[in-house]
T-cell receptor, first 112, second 116 residues
């Protein structure tokens, strides 16, 4: 049951450039989307979120874009820094307060 | 910043043994969750807990699993008879309330369970 999919298991980017991480979902009932960042041996840490009533949310170097018609969201990191190297999980839920459904994660590596 | 704490960080057990994973959610939070991540796979939902009862559980959360909030601070996951396939990182999470500003979950650092 892959309601949330991250099709790229890994991404490598040069420091200072843009990182774009993609996520697709199948359940049109999802109304809230989140990105989490995870370092090895640590729990996921919340990064940024977006409600389905918006198409963009920005927080510093991080911007999330939501395309509801395509059931697609993306996370942009500009400029990328070596400390951004981690696994990034896309997650979604519906009916405010429900469980989070996670994607498989994308491992981002930012090279100095 | 308040955080979710989990103990132990690592647990090694023999197949068939019972294990209890412990969590202390953020103190004013109302909703509690257990997730797990098998090595190399996605983070999977196990169970959610609110108002002293299970509000939702996944297919993974069978009769071998149980959760409890024995006092005002701890939230535990018990696996009665562990199987090899239970080996995973188990994450506890909590969130505040029903308002939209409380949607995000705060995760603990996890307990790595190894069943031998």
């Amino acid at each position: 049951d892959q309601q949330v999919k991250q099709n790229s298991p890994s991404l490598s980017v040069q420091e200072g450039r843009i990182s774009i991480l993609n996520c697709d979902y199948t359940n049109s009932m999802f109304d809230y989307f989140l990105w989490y960042k995870k370092y090895p041996a640590e729990g996921p840490t919340f990064l940024i979120s977006i409600s389905s009533i918006k198409d963009k949310n920005e927080d510093g170097r991080f911007t999330v874009f939501l395309n509801k018609s395509a059931k697609h969201l993306s996370l942009h990191i500009v400029p990328s820094q070596p400390g951004d190297s981690a696994v990034y999980f896309c997650a979604a839920n519906r009916n405010q307060g429900g469980k989070l459904i996670f994607g498989q994660g994308t491992e981002l590596s930012v090279k100095p | 910043e308040p955080e979710v704490t989990q103990t132990p960080s690592h647990q090694v057990t023999q197949m068939g043994q019972e294990v209890i994973l412990r969590c202390v959610p953020i103190s004013n939070h109302l909703y509690f969750y257990w997730y797990r991540q098998i090595l190399g796979q996605k983070v999977e939902f196990l169970v959610s807990f609110y108002n002293n009862e299970i509000s939702e559980k996944s297919e993974i959360f069978d009769d071998q699993f149980s959760v409890e909030r024995p006092d005002g601070s701890n939230f535990t996951l018990k696996i009665r008879s562990t199987k090899l396939e239970d080996s995973a990182m188990y994450f506890c999470a909590s969130r505040g309330g029903a308002a939209a500003t409380n949607e995000k979950l705060f995760f603990g650092s996890g307990t790595q369970l190894s069943v031998l």
